[in-house]
């Protein structure tokens, strides 16, 4: 069996009201298509597994034009701008729609404390992201933010991850328990695995402990 500082908000995000907080978690329920967790989900609901609050969320993401998504990027690349300059952080911001989504990319030099300890950092300013973005739109935003290409580097490492326990599977004829990951972690992993013959994967446990089990398919 396999186991293996975030930056303080301004005071209006702090004081966003209940309602606001919880709408914008909505887009959390489909952590990405970036984020869909088994072949049985239609969205990724590992923070809320309820499929049809997934599906709703689809529905709408699918509704939301090409402009309206770009428009999207645009409001989180200018918030993102703000906290680098309040950090004092250099990075070039990119802001574009990949995959039905939209997207903001930072690169430079020195931004590794954005990323933090696997990422956590960086889930937590997208998170704060996404909010900015509700507040301006009045909308659930399923914005993806990567900071000096963590994101690209981690579906990489995630892939041989993956590819391991396959192997392994297959070897021993035994279900292999990955670690503790992420939602978008788990996604990256799910999609290699559904990708192969003779193996199935599904998550199991709830967060932060949520893990991928993969098996041998019956």
């Not at 606001?20 to 609901?45: H, I, K, N, Q, Y």
């Not at 409001?75 to 004092?88: S, T």
């Not at 952080?89 to 020195?110: A, F, K, N, T, W």
């Not at 391991?164 to 695995?193: I, Q, T, W």
């Amino acid at each position: 069996m396999t186991e293996t500082s975030i930056p303080r908000t301004d005071k209006p995000l702090e004081e966003e009201n209940d309602e606001a907080a919880e709408r914008a978690d909505e887009a959390d329920v489909t952590d990405e298509a970036e984020l869909t967790d088994s072949p049985a989900e239609a969205d990724e609901a590992d923070e809320a597994d309820e499929a049809d609050e997934a599906g709703s969320v689809v529905a709408e993401t699918k509704e939301t034009s090409d402009s309206d998504l770009f428009r999207q990027s645009e409001i989180a690349a200018d918030y993102v701008e703000g906290l680098l300059d309040i950090l004092d952080y250099d990075g070039d911001i990119d802001e574009l729609v990949s995959g039905g989504r939209p997207m903001v990319e930072v690169v430079g030099g020195r931004l590794q404390p954005l990323v933090g300890q696997r990422g956590a950092t960086l889930e937590a300013l997208q998170e704060l992201t996404r909010l900015a973005v509700f507040r301006e739109t009045g909308s659930p935003s399923r914005l993806l933010l990567d900071v000096g290409g963590y994101r690209a580097n981690r579906r990489k490492e995630l892939a041989a991850v993956a590819k391991n326990a396959v192997e392994k599977v297959k070897e021993y004829g035994e279900s292999v328990r990955l670690e503790p990951m992420s939602a978008f972690e788990r996604k990256c992993v799910h999609d290699v695995v559904n990708a192969l013959a003779g193996v199935e994967s599904e998550s199991e446990g709830v967060e932060p402990h949520r893990r991928i089990v993969v098996r041998p398919t019956s």
